[in-house]
């Protein structure tokens, strides 16, 4: 009697979780669709010799690719791109690498109400919030349609989220290495140097990489600041790619699309593979 | 004994850091420097220029003003400005909210069930959704919302003009699509701290999925939700990409505050009015900053 419940129990149970399992599965799947359908026409539009914009299996072919060496502003826009982005994660790091240092070892005064401000007015003042006195400023510093104005600014805009994300990093290391490095006479320099850069080293990878996305998908610091199509980024080139009457040349837009997604796609898989990328619980309510 | 060491040596001299007061102020500095113009100088100057007829062109342009609380009484009867208003209150709970905190919990909740492999790959594709640049995104929904050849009209046998009839609903999908790793990603890492123990007892007291979701995983997750929602609140509500989709229109149908700004002050060049209608949004993002920091140290 009293197994025969159970059993009977245990049927519903059984049921239940069949229905809830097909439920999670169908969910997912449709997950899966709606991230999953887009980024297929990034990965076969650029491939096909009929590019349209449907999803379709391509006609395979290279030749889109030359499309990208026959307009004399493409190429020039990664370049353009990469040199913001490149000078914009190490100027970060050259910056921001030995405040964030500081700011986990010295406990001088007044060094909480600066970490309080500087979270305070970066979130407050973000680039659109701010982005008529950006422009000013880069008028009348003479910033404008310069490289090096670009990347001030991208800076400017990365260093506090930076200085935290390196501050916390710094801060879950412990102090001892530093500490018997000095009791055995290692001048600050020395210790600065051969043990306290290479154990941040890590976390100035992943800064370096987390600046060099940001500046890389960057769109509104260059709409303000660059006006010369020879020094705009991919990521307003992209707006340039039509025929003069308003139709997207789509064997450009695919491949080049292609090409400036995929530097950023690979540094986030090496990034995951060798220091695994995932929140630890450390942001929370 | 170890204590007499540390006396002598030089940590106790230089309060317990390898670095001197020379040193700590070369370190900081540079940064200092980088925060003072690029932090609080824009802030005072949105603050200031809102306060002033300033303009680039045109007769104020040369006769700048200081024309006090003008700007400020104008915003709050521009039509214009109540538009871009409403318009960003509903992206942000269309697609910060209802879209990215809600479907981010759902994805980590039910991948948090599946096997390490399958919960990888699924989470693989919704990243790459975030890493892909803006622009190419924004191209990426232009192919599937086309007219003629897009994939939605495809599936759906329909002719719409997807940007054209419903462009709020378009930046709304597509900033969903944008930016629900980062959710997902949260919720999951809080999903994961909670004890295994706590579910288990749950399963064996033969308690539902949508028990345990209600008994156990709901209750401790909770302070990651609030964060969750005021983050990406923040985040979208200072968000200018609906601009690479839609440009802010048609019509001004899509013309968040952002875009609303720099369409008056940086294409119309009218910066006094473009810098009161900044400083309102300075004020919407220190209110909802000071919650989050409040929040966060209750809970430290």
Wanted: no cysteine; proline share 4%.
């Amino acid at each position: 009697m009293s197994t025969n419940i159970f059993s009977r129990k245990r049927q519903i149970i059984e049921e239940r979780s069949l229905s809830e399992r097909s439920f999670s599965f169908i969910f997912i799947l449709l997950v899966v669709l709606f991230f999953g359908v887009p980024l297929l026409w990034l990965v076969l539009a650029p491939f096909d010799a009929i590019t349209t914009y449907s999803i379709k299996w391509p006609d395979w072919t290279l030749s889109n690719f030359s499309k990208i060496n026959e307009n004399p502003y493409a190429l020039r826009s990664l370049v353009n791109s990469a040199v913001f982005s490149a000078g914009t994660g190490f100027l970060v790091i050259l910056v921001g690498a030995p405040a964030s240092y500081v700011l986990s070892r010295v406990k001088f005064a007044g060094r909480d109400v600066f970490l309080y401000v500087l979270l305070l007015f970066s979130s407050i003042v973000t680039g659109t919030a701010a982005m008529v006195p950006l422009f000013l400023l880069a008028l009348k510093l003479n910033l404008l349609d310069t490289h090096h104005g670009v990347i001030l600014v991208l800076t400017g805009g990365l260093i506090p989220a930076s200085i935290f994300i390196l501050k916390d990093f710094t801060d879950s290391i412990p102090k001892s290495y530093e500490e018997s490095a000095q009791i055995f006479g290692a001048s600050s320099w020395r210790i600065l140097r051969d043990i306290v850069t290479p154990i941040i080293r890590p976390g100035l990878a992943v800064i370096f990489v987390w600046t060099f996305v940001q500046a890389w998908g960057n769109f509104l610091t260059p709409l303000i600041m660059i006006r010369d199509v020879n020094k705009s980024p991919a990521a307003n080139m992209m707006y340039a790619f039509y025929t003069e009457g308003g139709t997207a040349i789509l064997p450009l837009v695919a491949t080049f699309s292609l090409l400036y997604t995929a530097p950023v796609l690979l540094m986030y898989l090496y990034v995951n593979k060798k220091y695994g990328f995932r929140f630890h619980g450390g942001i929370k309510g | 004994m170890s204590t007499t060491i540390n006396k002598g040596s030089r940590a106790a001299k230089l309060g317990n850091s390898i670095l001197g007061r020379g040193a700590v102020t070369a370190f900081l500095s540079p940064s200092v420097i980088f925060i003072t113009i690029f932090l609080f100088i824009p802030a005072g100057w949105t603050i200031y220029l809102g306060l002033t007829n300033y303009k680039l062109t045109g007769f104020d342009a040369a006769n700048t003003k200081f024309v006090a609380l003008d700007n400020f009484l104008k915003v709050f009867q521009d039509p214009q400005f109540i538009n871009s208003l409403k318009l960003s209150i509903i992206y942000v709970i269309g697609s910060a909210i209802l879209g990215q905190t809600v479907l981010g919990f759902l994805l980590a909740w039910i991948l948090s069930t599946f096997s390490a492999r399958a919960r990888n790959l699924v989470e693989l594709i919704v990243i790459f959704a975030w890493i892909v640049p803006g622009s190419v995104v924004a191209f990426l929904w232009v192919a599937i919302l086309n007219a003629d050849e897009g994939t939605l009209n495809r599936l759906t046998g329909s002719k719409i003009e997807w940007l054209l009839r419903y462009p709020m609903l378009s930046i709304i999908v597509f900033n969903i699509w944008r930016g629900t790793a980062f959710s997902m990603l949260l919720f999951s890492a809080a999903i994961t701290a909670i004890p295994k123990s706590h579910l288990e007892v749950a399963r064996v007291a033969g308690a539902t999925r949508m028990q345990q979701l209600r008994q156990v995983i709901l209750p401790s997750a909770r302070p990651y939700i609030y964060t969750n929602i005021l983050l990406i609140t923040l985040w979208t509500f200072n968000d200018f990409g609906p601009y690479l989709l839609t440009g802010g229109g048609p019509g001004g149908q899509t013309e968040v505050l952002p875009i609303f700004v720099y369409n008056t002050a940086l294409r119309f060049l009218d910066f006094g009015y473009g810098s009161a209608i900044a400083t309102v949004m300075l004020l919407i993002n220190l209110f909802i900053s000071l919650i989050i920091i409040k929040r966060s140290k209750r809970n430290r």
